[in-house]
């Protein structure tokens, strides 16, 4: 009989707190909230559940995400997030996600619930950091063929609306592209961005 007195796995609680505020979010239809969530804890553990979760599962966090770059104004809250100056806090996440219309947040909480659940229960699966960037640099190759101007885009640091402007077309055009991509590394690409994200969210606390 197992010892129910053992504390769960630190990905099962960090899980727990993934689901309590996206499900709360579900129920309503209208306000995403992470104020729940320890940053510490997201730190520490988030990285483990996206190296367990299936790739169907992560694949379903780039379709949120390619849904939304498909909005003209959902696309600019997206954007918004990879300005200098940008909050990237907990906070600051849920008013991104409350910018979109009401089903990109319901895809990303679809997304998001699934993604815990998977990372919870599954094995770890193949990760190859630098696979995933060829992914991304076959990505990033391919939309320079397609569209002028996405190198000046993928360039662009300043604060300026110009700026700001070339910087979100061109991630909308590397999103686009990726669609056409195998599932295995549109998720394999997403997998290492969410961890990478993680990363440098540990890095701004």
Do not use: K
Not at 55 to 66: E, G
Not at 91 to 116: C, I, K
Not at 160 to 177: E, H, I, P, T, Y
């Amino acid at each position: 009989m197992p010892n129910r007195s053992q504390p769960l796995p630190r990905r099962w609680l960090l899980a727990a707190l993934l689901a309590l505020p996206f499900a709360s979010a579900a129920q309503q239809a209208t306000v995403i909230d992470l104020s729940a969530f320890d940053p510490a804890l997201v730190i520490q553990g988030v990285d483990d559940v996206v190296l367990r979760a299936s790739d169907r599962d992560i694949d379903r966090v780039y379709q949120a995400v390619h849904a939304a770059s498909r909005n003209e104004r959902e696309a600019q809250a997206l954007c918004a997030l990879f300005d200098a100056d940008a909050d990237r806090s907990l906070p600051g996440l849920s008013r991104a996600a409350n910018a979109l219309g009401a089903d990109s947040r319901q895809r990303f909480v679809d997304a998001v619930l699934a993604l815990a659940l998977s990372g919870t229960q599954g094995t770890p699966q193949p990760y190859d950091a630098a696979a995933a960037e060829q992914v991304l640099r076959q990505a990033g190759v391919t939309a320079m063929m397609l569209h002028d101007g996405f190198m000046v885009g993928m360039a662009a640091t300043g604060n300026d609306a110009a700026s700001r402007a070339a910087r979100c077309r061109s991630f909308r055009q590397l999103v686009d592209v990726m669609r056409d991509f195998p599932l295995q590394q549109r998720a394999l690409a997403t997998r290492h961005l969410l961890r990478e994200g993680v990363t440098r969210y540990g890095g701004e606390l």
